[in-house]
Each structure stands twice: as structure tokens, then as C-alpha cells.
């Protein structure tokens, strides 16, 4: 988003949407003018630079350089953040879009889980439940992805908002007759407060966000990113295995395709003393770009072939699906792949108590159905986390901390 | 639906839901635990026990047996019902899922069409209109019906709850990438608080209610059950000519391929003094279980191939549309069997002034468009009823009696 | 729309309904008999006679015949209007159905346009922002327009109304198994309180509301009419202008196909001094008929080769896009028409500083996106006024003046 004209028509009922107000933190500065309100993008100090590793065409952003959106002549700087976000409308938050995993550092990640926390506890009919009433979310999916679009839209519900679905914009709008990305972003943003989009395109996300002067969520761009998927993986360790520091994770399955598994590899790197194991096929195996990262920031990983061993050793069993279409002609290697890493009852027997199996869904036949009544199948659970997270995110987007 | 958790996160308000709480029934025993609410299905006494005659792929199930889920090592007994519901949110509804029309007996039917007459009366933006406020249904349709699923969700929203829609789940969902249905219904109902369903395959409602939490509708299951519709069938001919006992109905047109004939014929045999008349073209008779199953059951019927005297004796004429795919490359035989039986003035004429045409559409010629002006053309006020049927049913199974 | 009886179901709470009441006007008749609504469409008496120029299969409609519902035999005339709306539950909207841009005389138009205006205002969370809650809309789309769908979806929920959607109705409902466009409404209208409808037929939007009981809304029909994004057309020229009277438009592009310029040109015809240049290429010429009609009103018009000279001239310059699919098999007349009459910097030169640029969207490169930026680029905005005169429209039709 590069500014925003809508506040002066839709202006914020404070009464309404917050349930309490939260005291200014030191260093609060919101810039509100009468004409609208004037964003823009500041990362926080911790930030970790965004190394070029999610995908060749992708561009680093400098998340740190301000990327300071002007709208008639004027531009403010946004405030640094408070440290202990609560449940209110207040404090801005120091994003105008959601684009990339990596444009949040470890604070900023802590504190959206805490506000993930929050939505899990809001109660049906619930002042809470109605904070986002009388916002209106496009839902602008290019290719279809009913999983994804149903959680940000039940999202927006279970917050008191509306929703407007296109499921299939490659094929029904302008887009057919050759408009661009850019000037259907223009039109959409006249119909709603937010729009979180889909789209085959690595870096499409950015370019809809570089236009939009309302909030942009990144439903996953092509081979590029799917930042929620990301944070809704990092959040359901916390939440169940109670911390991130020190946790052992192995990865498994089809390391070198999946987009999920180089993300959560990439966000653990902000924790400490955490050690990944990579469990894969010799075809699909983790590449170099992300074992040269973990190394540079210090944080231990290793390879194996051995899943029942590193199971026994670690908190987070993440299995994949390997994905058919990736082998082309090679049947004979898919089908070699796919059978060698099964998450079955053998493997839960050697798991620790407290451990998890995690998948980013769907899942064929990489987890055995019987997995699923141990309680330490957590899969479903994550993807309930997901709602969670988009939940918290579009409060933030919206109303701030 | 197997046993529910969302309750303990999305808790009722009673005061906003109920316009008026019910007395406990005697018996009423309610079984909550701050973890979650387990259920079962539990079927009255008076039941039927269901004849394999829906389908040969599907398994009569007994309702009676109880059915029961288990949770975290928890179970419990759902209530006995109280025999007369009123608008309010009080005893359970004796159902977890609305599968198939046989799971209802003759006293519950009589139960829930009273529910619908009170949805009949509730005006916009009285209490009544908000009941199912907080609520989210999902719409999860493998194949499109574009009417079903608008009746489904304008129930849904005359009631103030809220849906989300996919009308192509076959296509665009993670079933294309092999995920099986059972992993569907789990992530789809982290999402949402009841799931509407239409499937291809016969039995898949079932499997889905198998699976999830949360209530399930079978919006249609392929050649098997359309539960719904054969609701509103007997509900419209008990609106309509105000009793059920004693009346005569003659069933038209494609007796043999007919979901909806055949449901009607065996939910009519739950009622006394009943007179079925079989009119239709021989190549699409009705078949000889239904005509068993009648008579097993007292029921009278008879074929006959003289419409107008049929349509003289009858309280309902039910039309129904001749299906031409039936008929592979005899399009010589469809030619015949459609012109054949077609409600028109002639027939009008003969009918008794309290008796009414029913079709459940869409209809193509056979029934003329001059008939539709007559006001026992009942064909569209019986699609309304659907609505009724479907807000009584989704606040029943969310809210109960 | 032919007559109500969903008005005894779902009655008004005009507390809720209503932020204020405005007086009746002398000679207002509002006719409700406890059974139903009886309705009329009275045209004014300014009105404009409409020549069947937009469309050789349509017949002209006289709006000033009166066109009386009667049901059970009641019927009954509807009101003179108010010359002066406000925000309000008051005077019933002298249509019933919005169904060609011609329907409205100058007086009607000005009348909507001011309710445009507190379209605008309407602030989020108010009274304003709540005035449809517990109507029902459903947008029934026989092809896919996502523009057009989201900003009527949007508009209603704008005003708290919700929505029932299908964007597929010809592949998807009951039209596919040969059920009429009247038997499709007849159902549809059981589910909500007002159709938008759109059709690949000329004339479907007529047949739509000469069915229907409730208000239906033509969102394009074919090669027929699309009467908001007329009226959308206009309003952008009032608001952006400051008037009607005495302005100069310039209608460059496709003049031979474009269904916009032709139904903007007979609008503009409604109002004095007006002065209109056609700046074409000569494969896609203005067609006699609205020429002819022009000097027929005493509107002043000329055609010209020369984009600098009449840019420099207008208020107005209307740009639209060549639409290679005219062209057939001679791509190269496409080009060479396409690449013609380009806006760029060069025109915005020449143009005056209050004057604008509009294009109905989308675009191609028939005007170069460093226009974008220059306040006078005027097209983004036009498609949000888009918004305000479907909430206009919608506010019209449900609550009347």
C-alpha cells in the first residue's frame, strides 16, 4: 500500500471497533491528515537483511530504508513500535503490506503471536469478534487456492468483516483482455480496505503493494512466497512446543521444491541454538542457497537418511509431500521418492512425548492415516493456526496494534 | 459430525442468540465439558428402520444404535426431546448431521416443519433474523448446483449468519491434488461452525459427517440422498393442503431415475391413509423396491397411464422432468416418454380446486407455461419452502430446539 | 419487477431502517395492502421519448405508459416524487427496476446523483453504512464480469446488506438443462430482495424484470444495455466538472462498437449547449443513428481528425479501447486503428487545467500510463463513482427517496 485516501470516507467509529485503547508507548508518533493517512514502510532495527533466496527473479527489498509513500506533497515518518502489542486499536503497526516472511524480524514475530494468541480466545459475539465490522477484504485470487482464500475469509468474518471473493481472476476479469496488474489493483482498492491476493507470478505481491494505497496480503506468488503459511508454521511450534529458541527440527520429504519447508528453514534462523536436520531423497534434496544461509547465521543443521533416528531426536517432525509434477517424465524416480520417508506409527513410537508431526497439507501418503488420532499429529492443528495468524495480521494491518 | 471443540473457543451468548429460552424438558440432559461438547446420534423410538432402497452402493445405517463419539477418553448420552420445539435455543436437536431423509421419523418431521412455519414469520432486523449471528457456514460443493447452494446460503443469512463459498471444490480444492475427503472436512472445519456438502459420489455426506466436529448437510450425494428436498417435498403438501394423513398424490413423468420421487414415495409411507398413484411412460417406471417397500408398509398405490383421471382423484400432481442423458443414443424413446404426460390447462381443468402441481424444477415443457398463473401452481412456492426447510434445519443442528 | 409479496414475510422496521423520515410530499400515494406491495413503473413527465437506437432487437420501451402490475385483481398507481431526495426512508422510487439508461430524464438523473453524494459521505460503522441490513442481494451473472460484480457487491455491503453470489450462471445453474430465464428468476427471487443481473443476451434484463416481484438491476445484457456504468459516465462529468450544461466531450476510440460512448452521447443529449467531437479512426466510426439522434435533440456535434485540437478544447476527453476482436481476420486495420489516437503527455499538454480524462476501463495503451499521476487523469476515479451510483441505486430501489 503507498497511501491511503479512504480513512476520510470510511473514518474509524474508535467507540465501535476498539475494545479498550491502548496507552501511547514512548516514541509514538501516528501522522493523520485530514486528507488521508500517509504510510509508510519501516522495518525495525533487528531486521535481518533478506539474502536473495527465495527465488532467482525476486529483487531483496531494503525493508529498512523507509520506502516512503507521498501523497500531495506531504510524507510523514511512522513511530517506533511498543514492544508489548494488546488488544486494542492503537499503535500503529510497522507494516503496510504482508509480501515476504523475511520482512519480520524476531520481535515483530513474537509479537504477532501474541496477538494470534488473542484471536484464539475471542468468543463468538464478542466485542471482539466485531472489530473489523464495516471493513470490506477482496479476496483476489489469480489461480484458484480454496484452502487458502477459505481462512482469510473466515478470518475476516470471525472479526466482524465482509469479504469479496474472485476465485478465478486470471481467467475472468480484465486481466483477459490485457490489463495490468497495476491498473486492477487501482480498481479494486475503490471496493474495499484490503486485499489479499493470489497470484502465479513471483513478485507479484510487491508490485500490487508498490500500487495499492490499501493493505496487501500475500496469498502466494507463484514459486515466490506465502507468508502466512510461514508464520502460521513458526507460530504452531510455539504454540506447541512452548518455545522456538533450541528447538530440533527435522524436514523431510521433498526439501528441494517446497517453497514451506525453505521458508521455516529461513524464519528459524532468527532463533537461537536451533538445530535442523534435512531427511530427503537424493533428487529432491535441501539446496545450497539455504545451508549456506543457516551456516552464515550460525545456527547447526545436517543431512540424513536415517528418519527414525533423527525422530527420535528431535521436537518437530515436518514432512512434505513430494510433488509428482516435479519429476516430469521420471515416474521411476518419483515413485522411489515418494515411498522412502513414510511418517507412520514406527516413526511416532521412537518420537519423543512432546514432539509433533507437522505438514503444510494436503497430504497423500507421506503421513499414514493411523498417525492421525496420536495427539502428537499436529497437522490439523496448524492448519487451524493459520486462521490465527491471518486473523491477527489483518487487525494489525487494519487497526494497529 | 463426530464431537465438537469449537465451542469451547466460540461460546454462545445466550442472551443474544435466545429471544427466549425453553424450559428443560424433563429427561433433557446436556453434556458439556470445558474442552468441548461430545454428541452422538441418537435416533427416537418411533423410527423406521431404513431399507437399502436409496442406492446400492450405500449401507443402511441405524440411527438407533447411538452412534456415539469419543473425545480425549469422554462420552456421553445426548438428551431425549422434547416433543413440542419452540423458537428458542434449548434441548439439543436429536441429530448431529442431516444425512439422508430416512434418519427422520414421522413425529421429528412434524417437529421440524413447525420450525420452518416459525422461519416463515421472522422479519427483517427482529431478533429472530440474528439467531445464527456468529456463525459461519461453509458451502463446500464438488459438483455446482447453483439453486441448492443459494437456497443454503439465503437461509444461512436470513438468519444472520455468515458462509463461505466454493461451488467447485472438485476442480480448484486440494481433491485435485489426491487429498482424500476425510482431510478436507478437517481443515475445512477449522474454519467454519457446519458444513453444507455436495458431493458426485454417493455416500461421501456421510463419510464427511463421519469425520468432522461439526455438523454436516448433504446438499445431494450424487444418485443417493438429496435429504433437503424431500424435506420440503412433504413440508410443502403438509403447507399447502394442511394435512399429510389421508391425502392422494400422483407421482408423474421419470418414476424411475427420480431422487426426488422415490425419496417423496418413501418418506409419504410414514403417514396414514395414504393413496401413491404411478403415472409415467413405461421405459421409466417406478421400480419394484419402492413398490414393495409400500406395500410392506400398508401403503396403497397404483399404476396408471390415464393422467387426466388420476389428476381428478389427487391432491397433489407431482410433475417431474423426463431426463434426456437417461436415454444414451434412444433419443427416440426420450422423444416418446416426453411428450407423453404434460401438465396443461387440460389437466388444470379436471383438478380439485384444493389440489395442487408440485415439480421440483428446474422444469422444461412438461408443465406449460400458462398452468404457472393457476394458484395451484405450488411449483415455486415449494422452492421457497426450501428456504425454510434449510434455516429451520441450520438453527436446529447449530442452536437446536 | 412485477409485484411484492415478500414484503409480508420480511416487513420494515423503518426504526431501524430509517436514520430519519422524510416528510411525504404533497400527492404522494403509497399503496400496501396487507397481502403484498403493488407496484408500478411511472415515468415522469420530462421524460424523453427513447429511440430504439441502442440496439436493433430492442424494443422501445414507452416508460410513460404506466406499465401496471395487478395481482389479485389490486392495483394501484404510484406517486408523483419528491423533487428533492434526501437520506432517507420516504417516497417510494418511481422504477422498479433499473433496466436502461434511458429510463431517466434529467430531473431523475440529478435526483440519483445527489443521493450519489451522501454515498460518498457515508461513513464507516454509522447509521448511513446500515441502512440495507437484512436485504439480500444476489448478483446472477450469465458471464463473468469481476469488475462490475465486486463494486454491486461491495455497494450493498456498504450499506450492511449481504450478498448471495454466482459469477457462472450459464454453465453452472439450471439454464444448462434448459430451464428458462423466467422459471430462474421466479426461484432466485424466493432467496433474495434484489437480482443484479447480468446476460450475454440483449433484452434478458427486460425479461428478468417483467418475471420478477422484486427489483432487478441490469449489469449489462449483451451487446444491449449497461445502465450504471451510464449513469457512472455522467456522474464522473458532474463531479469532476461541476456541471452538464455548456460542457465539451470528446469521444475518441472505437465510437463504432463501444456501447459506453454511444449511451454516454444519448445522456448528454438530455442537457443544453452541449457540444460533442467524435475523434475516431474510420473503420470505427459513430454510427448515424446516435448522429442523427443528436441533431434530432439540437445537440451540436462534429467529428474530427485532429486529437490536439479538440483536447485542447473539451472538458472532457473520453478515451476507450480498440477492441481487436471487431477486427476479424484484418489485424492489420486493428493496429493501425489501435496505435491512432493515443493520450499521452503530448494531449495532457494541450488540455485545459479543470478538464479531465475518462475511460471506462480497462485500459490498454490507448493511454499511456505516465498519465496516470496528473490529477486530470480522471479514470480511477470514475470506476469508484462506480460505487457510489450502484449504492445509490441499490439505497433507491430497496428504501425508496
Known amino acids: 500500500m503507498a497511501s491511503s485516501t479512504t480513512f476520510s470516507t470510511w473514518t474509524f467509529n474508535l467507540n465501535i471497533l476498539a475494545p479498550k485503547l491502548s496507552k501511547n508507548n514512548g516514541g509514538e508518533f501516528i501522522c493523520r491528515y485530514p486528507n488521508g493517512c500517509f504510510k509508510q514502510t519501516l522495518h525495525s532495527m ?11 527473479n525476486e529483487k531483496p527489498v531494503d525493508w529498512s530504508r523507509g520506502n516512503l509513500s507521498v501523497k500531495n506533497g506531504v510524507q510523514c515518518r511512522a513511530l517506533e ?15 503496510d503490506d504482508v509480501i515476504e516472511a523475511q520482512q519480520f524480524d524476531r520481535d515483530t514475530l513474537s509479537a504477532i503471536f501474541d496477538v494470534a494468541l488473542e484471536m484464539e480466545k475471542i468468543e463468538k459475539n464478542s466485542r471482539g469478534s466485531q472489530i473489523l465490522k464495516g471493513y470490506l477484504m477482496a479476496t483476489l485470487f489469480y489461480e484458484p487456492s480454496t484452502r487458502t482464500r477459505l481462512s482469510f475469509e473466515s478470518a475476516m468474518k470471525r472479526l466482524g468483516g465482509e469479504v469479496l471473493t474472485t476465485e478465478n481472476a486470471r481467467e475472468f476479469s480484465s486481466a483477459a483482455k490485457g490489463e495490468t496488474l497495476e491498473d486492477t489493483i487501482r480498481t479494486v482498492e475503490g471496493y474495499c480496505d484490503i486485499i489479499v491476493m493470489r497470484h502465479f507470478e513471483n513478485g507479484a505481491a510487491r508490485r500490487a503493494a508498490m500500487t495499492a494505497n490499501i493493505p496487501v496480503i500475500n496469498a502466494g506468488d507463484g514459486p515466490g512466497q506465502h507468508p502466512t503459511q510461514a508464520l502460521l508454521d513458526v507460530y504452531t511450534i510455539q504454540r506447541e512446543i512452548g518455545k522456538l529458541d533450541g ?15 525453505r521458508s521455516l528453514a529461513y524464519l528459524l534462523a532468527k532463533y537461537e541454538n536451533v538445530k535442523i536436520y534435512f531427511v530427503s531423497p537424493e533428487v529432491v534434496k535441501m539446496k545450497v542457497d539455504i545451508k549456506d544461509y543457516l551456516t552464515s547465521r550460525g545456527i547447526e543443521w545436517e543431512e540424513s537418511s536415517d528418519l527414525m533416528e533423527v525422530a527420535s531426536k528431535c521436537d518437530v517432525v515436518y514432512q512434505t509431500r513430494i510433488q509428482r509434477e516435479r519429476f516430469g517424465e521420471r515416474i521411476d524416480l518419483y515413485e522411489e521418492a515418494r515411498g522412502k520417508y513414510i511418517v507412520n506409527q514406527d516413526v511416532l ?25 496420536d495427539p502428537r499429529a499436529a497437522y490439523f492443528r496448524q492448519a487451524k493456526n493459520g486462521l490465527y495468524i491471518r486473523m491477527a495480521l489483518l487487525k494489525l494491518l487494519l487497526l494497529g496494534w
Not at 247 to 261: C, M, Y
Open 349 to 373: 513410537n521412537v518420537m519423543q512425548k512432546h514432539a509433533i508431526v507437522m505438514h503444510p497439507l494436503p497430504r497423500l501418503d507421506e503421513i499414514t492415516v493411523d498417525v492421525d488420532v
Open 46 to 56: 533487528t531486521t535481518s537483511s533478506s539474502a536473495d533466496i527465495f527465488g532467482s
Open 247 to 261: 528447538i530440533k527440527v527435522g524436514l523431510v520429504g521433498d526439501l528441494a521444491n517446497g517453497r514451506t519447508v
Open 81 to 95: 513500535v511498543g514492544t508489548k502489542p494488546s488488544f486494542s486499536v492503537g499503535n500503529k503497526f510497522q507494516f
